[in-house]
């Protein structure tokens, strides 16, 4: 089916400002609050929220096979069910409908009124119930650094890394819309020279991770396996994903069996879901491959994306310094190829599912995707703008985290990602 959403032609008749991250041909999905506290699914156009179960319950919809109450529901979860042919058949209507040549709703002042609110008027809420929530250790940059502090540079790569997207399975419950505080953890630490009794307290060594995340639809069941040439007809899209991490935590937890309270406490999303139908005009290869993955790995064509990241550090009451330039490009592993290796074993992937990428970091000393790598390891603090320095985050700063793919025709933004950190709670014995 064609993508008619995608045409880099198409104008609205709605207002949308230069460089926005929400031009016509994005058409995103998310859930929120609207001013008569109805919680709704709608997309967004510009600065406008679109109330896509007042756009169903009035017609707009007609000759698309949708269920009444679709769009009148709290998460996205029942229409990603739905699978790729209802996604795009959506989108390709809203185009159409928003279309500058169409004035069936434009011209309707009584359906707008119900239809279309002003993004100060709505409160973004999270867009899926994530039951299940994976992580993985993606980007061959990323890996390499942390290898080389914690290992031996020579070795920083495990055997296992060029063979498997290595992954873990973190905590879904924890994960927030942006905009949501997010309170310093407490927690063990490693013993101090000359001790054997570990640390406890709030983390000293507090960390963003630069990352995408993907959200799938039901793909298979119990004992089933998604082929790799099949993969990405599960995805639905991706949001922003900053995997808040406590580095002093997790040093001291990690050995044997990975990540714990140093991952579990907080992970902040976009509140949009960016399609990858939105996205194709923003393919590339991936980096090559060495060794040449296992048969159920090996895909042929583009399957990374050309997405620009951002990272910013905003101390309170003062301005923000940008910290970390990157892009998804970097990947290693494609969401094709963890999505494959996910599901090899018959693992069932369910509708809402969400698979981060793993920290993001490029080539380059200012594509560092996390304070570990920025300060490598809080040796060398960065300088902010307001002539203050950071190892790792302090108290009362805000983490911005933006992303946009652009072209000589058109730019798909994700908008932004934010989270404030909040001193820790005072432990009660």
Same mark, same amino acid.
Request: charged share 25%.
């Given at each position: 089916?064609k993508i008619t959403a995608n045409n880099p032609n198409r104008k609205s008749w709605l207002?949308?400002?230069?460089?926005?991250?929400?031009?016509?041909?994005? +058409? =995103?999905? #998310?859930?929120?609050?609207?001013?008569?506290? @109805?919680?709704?699914? $709608? &997309?967004? /156009?510009?600065?406008?929220?679109?109330?896509?179960?007042?756009?169903?319950?009035?017609?707009?919809?007609?000759?698309?096979?949708?269920?009444?109450?679709?769009?009148?529901?709290?998460?996205?979860?029942?229409?990603?069910?739905?699978?790729?042919?209802?996604?795009?058949?959506?989108?390709?209507?809203?185009?159409?409908?928003?279309?500058?040549?169409?004035?069936?709703?434009?011209?309707?002042?009584?359906?707008?009124?119900?239809?279309?609110?002003?993004?100060?008027?709505?409160?973004?809420?999270?867009?899926?119930?994530?039951?299940?929530?994976?992580?993985?250790?993606?980007?061959?940059?990323?890996?390499?650094?942390?290898?080389?502090?914690?290992?031996?540079?020579?070795?920083?790569?495990?055997?296992?890394?060029?063979? +498997? =997207?290595? #992954?873990?399975?973190?905590?879904?419950?924890? @994960?927030?819309?942006? $905009? &949501?505080? /997010?309170?310093?953890?407490?927690?063990?630490?490693?013993?101090?020279?000359?001790?054997?009794?570990?640390?406890?307290?709030?983390?000293?060594?507090?960390?963003?991770?630069?990352?995408?995340?993907?959200?799938?639809?039901?793909?298979?069941?119990?004992?089933?396996?998604?082929?790799?040439?099949?993969?990405?007809?599960?995805?639905?899209?991706?949001?922003?994903?900053?995997?808040?991490?406590?580095?002093?935590?997790?040093?001291?937890?990690?050995?044997?069996?990975?990540?714990?309270?140093?991952?579990?406490?907080?992970?902040?999303?976009?509140?949009?879901?960016?399609?990858?139908?939105?996205?194709?005009?923003?393919?590339?290869?991936?980096?090559?491959?060495?060794?040449?993955?296992?048969?159920?790995?090996?895909?042929?064509?583009?399957?990374?994306?050309?997405?620009?990241?951002?990272?910013?550090?905003?101390?309170?009451?003062?301005?923000?310094?940008?910290?970390?330039?990157?892009?998804?490009?970097?990947?290693?592993?494609?969401?094709?190829?963890?999505?494959?290796?996910?599901?090899?074993n018959g693992c069932p992937i369910e509708s809402g599912d969400m698979m981060g990428s793993?920290?993001?970091?490029?080539?380059?000393?200012?594509?560092?995707?996390?304070?570990?790598?920025?300060?490598?390891?809080?040796?060398?603090?960065?300088?902010?703008?307001?002539?203050?320095?950071?190892?790792?985050?302090?108290?009362?700063?805000?983490?911005?985290?933006?992303?946009?793919?652009?072209?000589?025709?058109?730019?798909?933004?994700?908008?932004?990602?934010?989270?404030?950190?909040?001193?820790?709670?005072?432990?009660?014995?």
């Amino acid at each position: 089916m064609k993508i008619t959403a995608n045409n880099p032609n198409r104008k609205s008749w709605l207002k949308i400002t230069p460089n926005s991250d929400f031009p016509i041909q994005n +058409i =995103p999905f #998310g859930v929120f609050l609207t001013r008569d506290d @109805i919680i709704t699914i $709608g &997309t967004r /156009i510009g600065d406008y929220a679109i109330d896509l179960g007042a756009l169903h319950q009035l017609g707009y919809f007609d000759g698309i096979p949708l269920t009444d109450d679709i769009f009148l529901q709290d998460t996205l979860n029942d229409f990603i069910a739905d699978g790729r042919k209802t996604w795009r058949l959506v989108r390709n209507r809203i185009a159409d409908i928003f279309d500058v040549t169409n004035g069936q709703l434009r011209d309707s002042a009584e359906h707008k009124d119900k239809i279309i609110f002003r993004m100060e008027e709505v409160e973004m809420l999270l867009p899926v119930s994530v039951g299940d929530y994976t992580d993985f250790y993606a980007s061959k940059e990323h890996a390499t650094n942390v290898g080389s502090l914690f290992r031996d540079p020579e070795n920083a790569l495990l055997p296992n890394w060029l063979h +498997i =997207p290595i #992954g873990y399975h973190g905590r879904s419950s924890s @994960i927030v819309p942006s $905009g &949501t505080p /997010i309170r310093r953890p407490i927690g063990q630490t490693k013993p101090a020279e000359g001790t054997n009794t570990p640390g406890f307290g709030p983390s000293k060594a507090l960390d963003f991770e630069l990352e995408m995340a993907f959200i799938t639809t039901v793909a298979n069941d119990l004992g089933d396996r998604i082929p790799i040439e099949e993969a990405e007809d599960s995805i639905f899209g991706l949001v922003l994903f900053n995997d808040w991490s406590a580095r002093d935590i997790q040093a001291w937890e990690y050995v044997p069996l990975g990540p714990f309270l140093g991952k579990n406490f907080a992970s902040t999303i976009s509140p949009w879901i960016v399609t990858l139908d939105a996205l194709e005009p923003f393919r590339v290869n991936n980096p090559k491959q060495e060794p040449k993955p296992l048969p159920y790995l090996q895909q042929a064509g583009k399957h990374s994306f050309d997405i620009n990241l951002q990272m910013a550090i905003m101390p309170e009451d003062k301005e923000e310094t940008v910290v970390c330039n990157s892009n998804f490009k970097y990947m290693y592993w494609t969401m094709a190829q963890q999505l494959a290796h996910h599901t090899v074993n018959g693992c069932p992937i369910e509708s809402g599912d969400m698979m981060g990428s793993g920290t993001i970091s490029g080539p380059t000393k200012d594509s560092f995707g996390s304070m570990l790598e920025l300060t490598w390891r809080g040796q060398n603090p960065l300088k902010l703008n307001d002539g203050g320095e950071r190892k790792f985050i302090d108290d009362n700063d805000t983490i911005i985290m933006r992303g946009y793919a652009k072209n000589d025709e058109i730019r798909i933004g994700f908008g932004e990602c934010i989270g404030k950190i909040l001193p820790a709670t005072e432990f009660k014995k």
